[in-house]
């Protein structure tokens, strides 16, 4: 039976806030099927899995400088775990750096058809130019991706494609994001000091991509006609003051649920090609009537308007605008979302499937 070997770049239990390194950490505590991770130690490691660890030491530093490869440390951990002629399948997380060096390594000791490569890809547009990504594309098997409209992005971009593709989205912990009744929807605003008809929500990286200048920009405008709402800022902490607005900084994410389960509408303004979002169907899960972007994966993840209002042309202001005025002006519906959705119940599982599938196809 071939055994699965995962490569992170990070330490995995991960102790900061990370996507999919989320994903993993809830996956590794259930019913998992990977056998090796391999990297930098961790704090506290799983205990249902083996550990090949790529030691911070003086030596491979010196290593790395003088054979010019980052990723030696974690080549000579694989190579402890991947011996002649056991088959492996080998998943790798957004990293694109280690793919040459991975593939030199499998080459140069006759492994490289015993090893079925994963590639789980969490942006949306093609990463590689149409010429530089051909050898990428011929090293690895598979690349799953977060939606298939990025699958679509990929196959009208590149001209050759000769891996195959698969999809698996995101999912989330909907023990903790779920939507509660309403009088303890009130108990939670109480709680938070949110005296509001309407509670906003925005939640992110304060970087210009994740949109938040544009929306305060919208808000100021609103806030002038509607001043019975109030936006909620997550994840940025600056100092000025916006009427209507409030800035929390960073959340631990235990504390995250009951901010959403307070709030009304979740913001969305991403401006670039969103891979997917998790903090999104975070907000879905705990009943927020959600505006977004009309951008990257967003649109699929929202079923291209079922679950809530798109913003066909995120970077016009007069859209966020006529999008909220909707909203207060009653004329909405909120969505009926399935438990199931998006969750980390369908996520492990539908990682378990890809596995399955690379087995299938490694020992054929």
Same mark, same amino acid.
């Given at each position: =039976?071939?055994?699965?070997?995962?490569?992170?770049?990070?330490?995995?239990?991960?102790?900061?806030?990370?996507?999919?390194?989320?994903?993993?950490?809830?996956?590794?505590?259930?019913?998992?099927?990977?056998?090796?991770?391999? !990297? %930098?130690?961790?704090?506290?490691?799983?205990?249902?899995? +083996?550990?090949?660890?790529?030691?911070?030491?003086?030596?491979?530093?010196?290593?790395?400088? *003088?054979?010019?490869?980052? /990723?030696?440390? *974690?080549?000579?951990?694989? %190579?402890?775990?991947?011996?002649?002629?056991?088959? !492996?399948?080998?998943?790798?997380? $957004?990293?694109?750096?280690?793919?040459?060096?991975?593939? +030199?390594?499998?080459?140069?000791?006759?492994?490289?058809?015993?090893?079925?490569?994963?590639?789980? /890809?969490?942006?949306?547009?093609?990463?590689?130019?149409?010429?530089?990504?051909?050898?990428?594309?011929?090293?690895? $098997?598979? =690349? @799953?991706?977060?939606?298939?409209?990025?699958?679509?992005?990929?196959?009208?971009? /590149?001209?050759?494609?000769?891996?195959?593709?698969?999809?698996?989205?995101?999912?989330?912990?909907?023990?903790?994001? *779920?939507?509660?009744?309403?009088?303890?929807?009130?108990?939670?605003?109480?709680?938070?000091?949110?005296?509001?008809?309407? @509670?906003?929500?925005?939640?992110?990286?304060?970087?210009?991509?994740?949109?938040?200048?544009?929306?305060?920009?919208?808000?100021?405008?609103?806030?002038?006609?509607?001043?019975?709402?109030?936006?909620?800022?997550?994840?940025?902490?600056? $100092?000025?003051?916006?009427?209507?607005?409030?800035?929390?900084?960073?959340?631990?994410?235990?504390?995250?649920?009951?901010?959403?389960?307070?709030?009304?509408? *979740?913001?969305?303004?991403?401006?670039?090609?969103?891979?997917? &979002?998790?903090?999104?169907? %975070?907000?879905?899960?705990?009943?927020? /009537?959600?505006?977004?972007?009309?951008?990257?994966?967003?649109?699929?993840? =929202?079923?291209?308007?079922?679950?809530?209002?798109?913003?066909?042309?995120?970077?016009?202001?007069? +859209?966020?605008?006529?999008?909220?005025?909707?909203?207060?002006?009653?004329?909405?519906?909120?969505?009926?979302?399935? %438990?199931?959705?998006?969750?980390?119940?369908?996520?492990?599982? &539908? =990682?378990?499937?890809?596995?399955? +599938?690379?087995?299938?196809?490694?020992?054929?």
């Amino acid at each position: =039976m071939a055994k699965v070997i995962l490569i992170s770049q990070l330490p995995l239990p991960y102790p900061k806030i990370g996507s999919w390194t989320t994903l993993y950490q809830n996956y590794l505590n259930g019913n998992h099927a990977i056998d090796y991770i391999i !990297c %930098e130690q961790p704090d506290a490691p799983f205990q249902n899995v +083996e550990y090949s660890i790529v030691s911070k030491t003086l030596t491979l530093k010196l290593k790395k400088k *003088y054979q010019k490869n980052n /990723y030696i440390g *974690y080549i000579e951990a694989l %190579e402890k775990i991947v011996t002649s002629g056991e088959k !492996c399948i080998i998943q790798i997380v $957004d990293n694109f750096g280690i793919i040459k060096p991975l593939q +030199e390594f499998l080459e140069s000791k006759g492994k490289r058809n015993q090893c079925y490569i994963q590639f789980f /890809y969490h942006g949306f547009a093609p990463f590689y130019g149409n010429f530089e990504s051909r050898n990428f594309y011929e090293f690895i $098997d598979e =690349m @799953v991706l977060l939606t298939y409209d990025s699958y679509k992005a990929h196959k009208d971009y /590149y001209t050759i494609l000769p891996c195959r593709f698969s999809v698996l989205h995101n999912g989330i912990d909907n023990s903790k994001f *779920y939507k509660v009744e309403a009088s303890q929807k009130q108990k939670l605003r109480e709680k938070l000091g949110l005296t509001s008809k309407n @509670v906003f929500i925005w939640c992110s990286q304060d970087r210009p991509k994740k949109g938040l200048d544009l929306i305060l920009d919208v808000w100021t405008r609103i806030y002038e006609k509607h001043n019975d709402c109030t936006l909620l800022v997550i994840g940025a902490k600056r $100092d000025e003051a916006i009427e209507g607005v409030s800035f929390l900084g960073r959340i631990p994410n235990e504390e995250l649920p009951q901010y959403y389960q307070a709030s009304d509408v *979740y913001l969305f303004p991403t401006l670039w090609h969103e891979g997917f &979002g998790l903090s999104l169907i %975070e907000a879905l899960h705990c009943g927020c /009537y959600s505006i977004v972007s009309a951008l990257g994966g967003v649109p699929e993840v =929202m079923q291209h308007g079922d679950l809530g209002r798109l913003v066909e042309n995120p970077h016009f202001i007069a +859209e966020w605008m006529e999008a909220i005025e909707e909203f207060l002006s009653g004329s909405r519906s909120y969505p009926s979302l399935s %438990e199931d959705l998006y969750s980390r119940t369908a996520w492990n599982k &539908g =990682m378990n499937e890809r596995i399955a +599938e690379a087995k299938k196809s490694l020992e054929r």
